[in-house]
C-alpha cells in the first residue's frame, strides 16, 4: 500500500486532495459547533421575549425549540458535508487524472526514445503560440525540443557513417585498382603508377586529418587559446604563407585593412587556420588572371574579415549547404588530390566558438564569391 503511494504521483495526489477536503470539514464542523449556540440564543432571545408575552411557560418551549434546531442544522450540515465530500472526491479524482496523464505519456515516450525511436514526441496542451503554456505543458514543449535534438543527431551520426565510407572509398577502390593493375601486370610499374598511387593514399590520409580535426572542434569544450591580436598581422601572416602559391597560379592576392583596426580577441593560431583555408579555397576556385582581397573593417563591437574573390562563384541554391561537411558544389571535380568538403565545416566551427559568424555571398556563377567572419573586440 506504502509502496503503491510513492511509486504514483495520481494517488499522491489524491490523498492530499483527500485531507484538504477533510480538514475543510471539521473546520466547517467545529465551527458551526461553536457558532450555532450563541447565535441560536440571540435569536431565541428576542423570539421568547415576544413568546412569553403571549403564553406563559417560555422555558421549556425554548429547550425544545434549541434541540430541535440543532438537531435540523446537524442534519443539514451532515448531508451538505457527504454532497460536498462526494463532488469533492470526484473532482480530485478527475483533476489527478489530468495532471499525471501528461507526465505518464512522457514516461512512455522517453522509454521508447531510450529504446531507439527517436520520433516518438507527446501532445503539448494549450496554445504555445499564445503563450498558454502551464508548467506541465513547457514541459512536455522542452521534451518534444530534446527529442527532435536526438533524433536530429543520431540522423547526423548515420549520415555521418555512411558519408566517411563513400569518401574513403573513393581513394581505396583506386589504390585497389592500380595494385591489381600492377599485380596482373596490365599497369607499367613506372613512377606515374607509383605517383599515382601516392596521390591517392595522401588524399586518404588527409581525409583523416580532416576528420580528426572536424572531430576535435565539434568536440564541446576544446582548447582555445585566446588573446587580444592584430588582424593585420594575421592578415599578412596568411598573405606571406600563400603568396607563392597565387604567383604560381597567376591569382593577384592582396589586403585591404582599414587603418585604426582595434585588436580581435581570438586564438592566433585557429583564426590564422580559418583565414588560411578562406584565402586557400578563394585561390582553388579562382582562375588564373583573377584577384583575391582580404578585407577587415570595424562594426560594433566586431571586426568583420572577408575573403573576396573574383573567382568561379556559387549559385544561390548551393549556398545554404556549403558549410555542410563533404558538401561540394561539384561533386566530379575535386582539388588535385582532393578536397574533402570539411574545410569550410571546420572554418565556421573555429569561427563560433570564438563567438563569431561565417557567411558566404555570391551573386552566382563566374562572378565570384565573398566569404566573411566576424571576432569579437578584445575589450
Ligand atoms: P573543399 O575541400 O572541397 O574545398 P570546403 O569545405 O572548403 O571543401 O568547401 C566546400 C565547397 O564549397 C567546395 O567544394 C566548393 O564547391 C565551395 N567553395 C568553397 N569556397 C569557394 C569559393 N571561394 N568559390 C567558389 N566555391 C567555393
Known amino acids: 500500500m506504502l509502496l503503491a503511494i510513492r511509486q504514483h504521483l495520481g494517488i499522491k495526489l489524491f ?10 470539514v471539521l473546520v466547517l464542523a467545529s465551527a458551526v459547533e461553536l457558532a450555532v449556540p450563541s ?68 514516461m512512455l515516450a522517453s522509454q521508447r526514445i531510450a529504446e531507439g525511436h527517436y520520433n516518438e514526441r507527446v ?12 508548467e506541465l505543458a513547457q514541459l512536455a514543449l522542452r521534451f518534444n525540443q530534446m ?48 605517383q599515382q598511387v601516392y596521390q591517392e593514399a595522401d588524399r586518404l590520409s588527409r581525409l583523416v586529418d580532416d576528420l580528426q580535426e572536424l572531430s576535435r572542434v565539434e568536440a564541446e569544450g576544446f582548447d582555445l587559446k585566446r588573446r587580444p591580436i592584430s588582424v593585420a598581422l594575421l592578415v ?22 582599414l587603418a585604426d583596426l582595434p585588436l580581435v580577441y581570438a586564438d592566433e593560431d585557429r583564426i590564422g587556420q ?27 563591437n566586431e571586426v568583420h574579415i572577408a575573403v573576396v574573390d573574383s573567382g568561379i562563384g556559387i549559385r544561390a541554391e548551393h549556398l545554404p549547404y556549403i558549410f555542410d561537411r563533404f558538401y561540394r558544389v561539384d561533386k566530379s571535380r575535386s582539388r588535385p588530390g582532393g578536397g574533402s568538403g570539411i574545410g569550410l565545416t571546420i572554418a565556421r566551427h573555429l569561427v563560433e566558438a570564438h563567438g563569431g559568424r561565417l557567411r558566404a555571398e555570391s551573386p552566382g556563377p563566374g562572378k565570384g564569391s565573398t566569404f566573411t567572419f566576424t571576432l569579437p573586440l578584445a575589450q
Not at 15 to 24: D, H, W
Open 39 to 106: 447565535a441560536f440564543e440571540r435569536h431565541l432571545a428576542v423570539m421568547s421575549a415576544m413568546m412569553s408575552s403571549m403564553m406563559g411557560n417560555s422555558l421549556s418551549v425554548e429547550t425544545d425549540l434549541f434541540i430541535n434546531f440543532r438537531r435540523a442544522v446537524t442534519e443539514a450540515l451532515t448531508l451538505a458535508a457527504l454532497a460536498a465530500s462526494a463532488a469533492a472526491v470526484l473532482a480530485s479524482v478527475f483533476i489527478s487524472r489530468q495532471v499525471v496523464a501528461p507526465l505518464r505519456s512522457m
Open 147 to 194: 527529442a527532435a535534438k536526438l533524433e536530429q543527431i543520431e540522423a547526423m551520426r548515420r549520415a555521418l557513417i555512411g558519408d566517411v565510407a563513400h569518401e574513403l572509398r573513393t581513394p581505396l577502390t583506386a589504390i585497389k585498382g592500380s595494385m591489381e593493375g600492377l599485380i596482373d601486370g596490365v599497369l607499367p610499374a613506372d613512377p606515374e603508377t607509383f
Open 15 to 24: 490523498i492530499s486532495y483527500l485531507i484538504v477536503i477533510l480538514v475543510g
Open 123 to 134: 501532445q503539448v496542451p494549450g496554445d504555445a503560440a499564445r503563450g498558454e503554456l502551464d
Open 236 to 257: 599578412e601572416a596568411a598573405i606571406s604563407r600563400l603568396s607563392r602559391q597565387f604567383d604560381d597560379k597567376g591569382v593577384a592576392l592582396r589586403a585591404e585593412l
Open 274 to 300: 580559418v583565414l588560411l583555408n578562406l584565402t586557400g579555397n578563394a585561390l582553388q576556385y579562382t582562375p588564373s588572371g583573377g584577384r583575391v582581397i582580404l578585407r577587415a573593417r570595424r562594426q560594433g
